[in-house]
């Protein structure tokens, strides 16, 4: 294309024209003198004083301020740089990392909105949270934590400050700083999601809130309904608001935490079963675990998925400068992506033990007692048979009794004694020399002499039974008669056998006596 002279000239004034009226020509001419000489100043956007940029208020027809957010400016030594958020982006606030290089217009990163992921926790976390604030004092603590934080790249040309260090101007901001550090320890990222299954120990995890009480204006009616709510609130329930789970009582608890174990409160968590149904389909993080439980179980195994999203981000998007001259432009970031969280549980369910017989328990038979054995009681001895007469020789002996007369016993025996053999009569003393021996007795009679064999004493017998009377031996009429009186018989017997005994040796001994005194009278 060519031009004609005449036109050339036309053009040539006509950018003459603009160049003199442009404000850009005279860039100091924009500044009051107290905007130069401050060392800080607070701005927003309804501010009507925003302090001008380093390239200076106009840029090419477009005012520096319009790309200011809420913040406050900072005049160093080696120049002035803003603390506070930058309008880079139509939806979101950014915040410089290269304190001293050019401001971040929007013409150079028409071409970059996704940026590059930077992992730091606590700065994506308080980006997250409070990124959206109209707080001039907020924004600036936000953009110090971001030239501070050191897991950011950074270009700087003039060294960042702590706030705190600032001066008096920022006494606002430091305060924020702190609180925002201090939070973001507890709840930075990453996120655990926790989920368990656990038998259920306690049915009160699984009733509802007992009913608020009513007023007690309200009257008997009133608390007629409050009791009939109170009992219904006790029995069991098998709607989904309170499922009965005594047939399967096992509950999924599900807790969200922050990387330093702090409780997030507040989030949303989707939850859902594979073999039971759970009560409810998601629920609301809080301060303890949330407990849900699960019913109707259809099969040995049940396994609950747990998931959480929206959480707070744990990196920072690092966007670049491009284009002519954007090595002298600031980078900026923004808040990162939300998170998200899931978890996993399977719960097996323990086999059901077979149904056996009770063991059964041997009860010890008890051991019989020994008791002593009774001494056995002694039979009465059987009656002693009288012993048969001898048989009397050819001559009767005379009947004479003998010189000396038996005496009596003087107590009776226990038992009868054997009768006296009768002595045969002797008869009167003839006038022959001698009077012939008696012949001997026949085999099986006992020698009048013998003393007959002790017995055994009897038994004490019963007191009722009269005691037998003792035969008295027949003495021969001639026989001098004991004029002593018959010693009285004793009503009852003794009691031991030692006298029975005795009396029976005595009452022996004295018939031997008189059968030997009759013997020797008759050979006398």
């Known amino acids: 294309m060519h031009l004609s002279p005449t036109a050339r000239t036309a053009c040539a004034a006509l950018l003459t024209g603009l160049l003199v009226a442009s404000p850009a020509v005279a860039p100091a001419a924009a500044h009051s003198p107290h905007q130069l000489n401050s060392t800080s100043h607070l701005a927003g956007d309804s501010d009507p004083q925003l302090a001008g940029s380093q390239e200076g208020t106009w840029m090419l027809g477009r005012s520096v301020d319009s790309i200011l957010g809420p913040g406050q400016w900072y005049t160093a030594e080696e120049g002035r740089t803003w603390y506070g958020a930058y309008r880079t982006f139509p939806d979101e606030f950014a915040y410089c990392v290269d304190a001293g290089l050019k401001t971040p217009h929007t013409r150079h990163f028409d071409d970059d909105q996704e940026g590059e992921a930077i992992t730091s926790a606590q700065s994506a976390w308080a980006l997250d949270e409070h990124a959206q604030s109209e707080s001039g004092h907020v924004q600036a603590a936000l953009s110090a934590l971001v030239r501070l934080d050191e897991d950011i790249p950074h270009r700087h040309q003039i060294p960042p400050g702590h706030p705190s260090d600032l001066g008096a101007d920022f006494a606002d901001t430091a305060a924020e700083f702190a609180a925002i550090e201090e939070d973001a320890e507890l709840f930075a990222g990453p996120y655990t999601l926790s989920v368990d299954i656990r038998v259920r120990t306690f049915r009160a995890l699984d009733r509802q809130a007992d009913p608020p009480l009513h007023d007690e204006a309200m009257g008997s009616e009133a608390g007629s309904a409050t009791k009939v709510a109170a009992d219904e609130a006790d029995a069991p329930s098998t709607d989904d608001a309170s499922p009965l789970t005594s047939e399967f009582p096992v509950e999924a608890v599900v807790s969200l935490t922050s990387a330093s174990g702090e409780p997030m409160t507040g989030h949303r968590v989707d939850v859902s079963a594979t073999g039971a149904r759970t009560a409810v389909d998601s629920v609301v993080t809080a301060e ?237």
């Open 288 to 524: 303890q675990p949330t407990v849900v439980a699960l019913t109707d179980l259809d099969a040995d195994s049940v396994t609950v998925d747990a998931s959480a999203g929206d959480l707070p981000a744990t990196t920072v998007e690092l966007h670049r400068p491009r284009g002519l001259g954007s090595d002298r432009v600031q980078a900026v970031v923004t808040a990162g992506e939300p998170t998200s969280a899931t978890a996993q549980a399977v719960y097996d369910r323990p086999p059901q033990p077979e149904e056996t017989e009770p063991p059964r328990v041997e009860v010890p038979k008890p051991r019989p007692t020994t008791l002593p054995t009774p001494s056995p009681t002694p039979e009465p001895p059987a009656p002693t048979s009288e012993p048969e007469p001898s048989e009397e020789p050819a001559e009767e002996p005379s009947e004479e009794p003998s010189d000396e007369p038996s005496e009596e016993p003087e107590e009776p025996p226990t038992t009868a004694p054997p009768a006296p053999t009768e002595a045969p009569e002797t008869p009167p003393a003839p006038d022959a020399p001698e009077t012939p021996d008696a012949p001997e007795s026949p085999d099986g009679t006992p020698d009048a002499t013998e003393v007959p064999d002790e017995t055994t004493a009897p038994g004490t017998p019963d007191a009722t039974e009269a005691p037998p009377q003792t035969e008295t031996p027949v003495t021969p009429h001639d026989a001098p008669r004991d004029t002593a009186e018959d010693e009285p018989v004793p009503t009852s017997l003794p009691r031991t056998g030692a006298d029975s005994v005795m009396a029976l040796g005595l009452a022996i001994t004295l018939i031997a006596v008189g059968v030997a005194a009759l013997t020797f009278t008759r050979r006398g």
